[in-house]
Structure formats: C-alpha cells, structure tokens
C-alpha cells in the first residue's frame, strides 16, 4: 500500500510569494494534519482535518491555511511568506479519530524563503 | 512551555547493548503516547504506542513503558542495532471535547548513535 505521499519535496521561494504545498493520505484515511518542523525541534502541529472539516489550529498566524478535498487530499497554503517559514513541513494521515492516535507521516516538503 | 521534554539531546550505545530513551510530559490530561523515529531528509517513522490505561507496551525490540504518576515514558532496544541510528521523538496526545483524540505534541527529540 502506497504510504503518505506530498509534493513538492523541495522548494524554493522569496520573501512575500505565496506556496501550496499538496499531500495524498494513506488509501483509507480519512484525517489528515499537518505539521511544521525546524531544525532543533520537534514537530509543530498546524491543521487537522477530518472529512473535509477543520478538527484543530495549532498557533499559528491567518497566513496558513488549508482545506481537505472529498477525496480526502489536503492542501496547506502559507501566503506573505517570511524567512522564518522555512522548515520542513509534513503531512499525516489517520484513520479515524476516536480509536488510536498513531498518525502516518510523508517524507515532508522541505521550504526555503530567501 | 513545553507539554512534552525529552531531556537527552543524544544517547550513544554499543551494539547489541540496550538502549533507554526518556520522555516527560507535564498534562495530565494526555492519554497517548508514541515513540517516532525519524531519518535525515524523511518523515518520522511509527514506532510504538501506549494507552494511558496501560503501563508496558512490547512490539519485538520495541517496549514502551508508561509510569502515569510520574508523567514520564521510556523507549526501550534490545538489542540495539546500528541501523536504530536516529532522531527518536516522543509525542503525546489528548482528547477533544467529542472525545476524538487531538493532534500530537512532541518532544524535541533525542539523537540515538549505535556503535558497531
């Protein structure tokens, strides 16, 4: 079975554009999260969704958002980018929501802004 | 604050020796927890999880245990093994006012070396 999969895996962008970032969850899976990592740190939550409804925010400011498509594809947009939104960002899916919380994660999109 | 600690940026250990890799958590009302790994340039791995309703969790090398008095959770190898060389996270999650379980809080993780 194929696991999460995202794209791009890299990417490139100057102060002020605006980036989409895209994730396919894992065949079956209906949440889906994302999350932001910076070097030196763990993982930082910033949406979850589950079908197609936004579950939970993280802290972070009304640049990010994102949706969940009805085939449960999601997609995270950062808009007026600033430098310290480079990091790696990545994508989980689950299951459900009320059993286990063991979320799969994507090999990441990895965000330069120059 | 941090919810979630992981105190040793790094552990290094022998071959075939045991690693124990520890986590503390300051919410109580966390009620699952997961060991991820994760390589350079990939996504964190599934390791192993535990309910709060449970003290040990054993996956072949993998064993988990949970001491909820204490907030605190180790990861246990046996054997370590080179290719366990990573970065180990600790996560815990909580649930929402549905009941669903929320999204994951993580620790900053400890880098594993193991020596051949």
């Known amino acids: 079975d194929a696991g999460v999969t995202q794209s791009p895996t890299h990417l490139i962008k100057t102060r002020g554009q605006h980036v989409t970032l895209r994730c396919s969850p894992i065949s079956g899976h209906k949440s889906v999260s994302w999350y932001q990592q910076v070097l030196g740190q763990g993982p930082q939550f910033i949406f979850q969704?589950?079908?197609?409804?936004?579950?939970g925010r993280g802290n972070f400011p009304d640049r990010f958002s994102a949706r969940q498509f009805p085939n449960y594809s999601s997609e995270l947009n950062v808009n007026a980018l600033l430098l310290g939104d480079s990091a790696l960002y990545l994508c989980a899916s689950r299951k459900g929501s009320r059993t286990g919380n063991e979320q799969f994660f994507g090999p990441g999109t990895r965000l330069t802004v120059l | 604050d941090q919810q979630v600690k992981q105190n040793s940026p790094s552990l290094s250990v022998q071959e075939g020796r045991i690693s124990i890799l520890n986590c503390d958590y300051t919410?109580?009302?966390?009620?699952?927890f997961l060991w991820y790994k994760k390589y350079p340039a990939e996504g964190p791995t599934f390791l192993i999880s535990?309910?709060?309703?449970?003290d040990k969790n054993e996956d072949g090398r993998f064993t988990v245990f949970l001491n909820k008095s204490a907030k605190h959770l180790s990861l246990h190898i046996v054997p370590s093994q080179p290719g366990d060389s990573a970065v180990y996270f600790c996560a815990a999650s909580a649930r929402d006012y549905g009941g669903s379980q929320g999204n994951l809080i993580f620790g900053k993780g400890t880098k594993l070396s193991v020596k051949p």
């Open positions: 969704y589950y079908e197609k409804e936004e579950r």
């Open positions: 535990i309910s709060s309703i449970k």
């Open positions: 919410n109580s009302m966390f009620d699952y």
